[in-house]
């Protein structure tokens, strides 16, 4: 009523010439009672569905149970909607994205909003202040820093400059399971454990060069990398409660180990910088990302602990989801012996006129769709991160008709995304057979359809690493499909790999993968 009697005042203070005055007067009261109008209306909105059963202090948290990932499946089947579900985990309010129509809200329509991540006391002291680009918030830090990776660091071009090193990775692989497969009897290899030395030799070659290994630095950043994991992958009691924590000792506890892992990375970091600037200039095709960083230094406005935050991203997501991802997919196919069976065919009919090669190159996986299928559903089953990272929404946002309210953490549920049977047939079933095309290529749009597939994320957060993780594992499945036949130690009959998970920031085999090879 008090709207339609300021708009008709206006009306008639227009119709009989009254004064300047009068009219700014009414048009002021007009908007002021139109803010007003809009402000009641948002707070009328209601906020995301929640599970009942909130309790003080610690919110919903009893209901997540230590396979978080399916707990939250299970509680936004019962009470989410539309896949939007919020909880309220300790003191912090958490919105759970479980479907695709709303990862295409978030990630998409309102990607400016949710682009920033949630601030965390362990992230800022190992990334220096999060000055890296995976956890730094929105802005123009952030902005500048992405066009850096896909601008020169992580380019198709620059990526294809390391296929070298990569190759040689793999031929050292290769000769060690050869070696195993030549003693009598033939012993099980630790496939978990070469895998996860394969991708972390391949990280550390492209970001120090060919002197990786010089002192143990490979075995050195594989450690620091498995500490990082650790430490932001499991509960953070500063970033659930706060205020708690603050006037607590496990915020000093969190800190001193944050502190004493930085001075870790900090002194290895240090002597690497310092051998790279008095090593002189090298050529394009031989700049390893520190030569890199250092030469665009000036140009991107960088500090030596903006280079060195970078660098920690590197190792951390280099190694981590490569790994896991190779790993999940040979656990897969010595489940799926069909499937085992049709990738070596394709692998294998590579060959030079009928002569064996000495090993699958790079050159020689464009003409393989099945392994790149498969390699495609062991990421929809098994994505590394099944959360992705944590976004942060910025400000006031409506989605369906609820409100988010600024300063809510976001989690995608990327591993719900994968599995749910409205979007996918056999969900839970291994079927690369699912990512090819009529024509037997294979789909080559990673986010897949209707944001159903996001194991790299999408929209402004989505990963920037995919051409050098994809690089990495496809060159490595190739040729040990190529190269042996493969068994699982003492297998009986019906049995198989066990495929028993454990939940962090990324998701982990509890088991070994312990596998018998033959020479092929």
Known sequence: MALEAAHHYLQLAVAHGTSTQAVLLAVLLLLIIRLTSAR??????????????KLPIIGHLHLIGPETHISIRELDAKYGSNGLMLLRVGATPTLFVSSPSAAEAVLRT??????????SMAADIIRYGSTDIAFAPYGEYWRQGRKLLTSHMLSAKKVQTFRHG????VRLVMDKIRAAAATVPRTAVDLSELLSGYTNDVVCRAVLGPAHRKEGRNRLFSELTEINVALLGGFNFEDYFP??????????????????LNKRWNDVFDELIHEHVHS???DENSEDFIDLLLSLKEEYGLTTDNIKAILVDMFEAGIETSYLTLEYGMAELMNNRHILTKLQKEVRMC??????????REEDLSSMPYLKATIK???????????????????DCKIDGYLIPAKTRVLVNAWALGRDPSF?????????????????????????????????????????GMNFGFATMEVMLANLMYHFDWDVPNMKEGAGVDMAESFGLTLRRKQKLLLVPRIF
């Open 377 to 395: 559903e062991t990421l929809r089953l098994h994505p590394p991160a099944p959360f992705l990272l944590p976004h942060f929404s910025t400000a």
């Open 424 to 464: 996918w047939e056999k969900p839970e079933d291994f079927m690369p057979e699912r990512f090819l095309q009529e024509d037997g290529a294979v789909d080559t749009q990673m986010k897949g359809k209707d944001l159903r597939f996001l194991p790299f994320g999408f929209g402004r957060r989505i990963c920037p």
């Open 280 to 282: 002189g200039e090298k």
């Open 40 to 53: 009641k209306h948002k707070q009328q909105l209601p906020p995301p569905p929640s599970p009942p059963g």
């Open 110 to 119: 309102h990607d400016h909003v949710f682009a920033s991540r949630p601030p």
């Open 351 to 360: 060959t030079n006129g009928g002569k064996k090669l000495d090993m699958i």
């Open 243 to 260: 205020r708690i924590a603050m006037a607590d000792v496990l915020l000093r506890l969190v800190s001193v180990k944050a502190k004493r």
């Open 166 to 169: 990569r190759q040689e990775e």
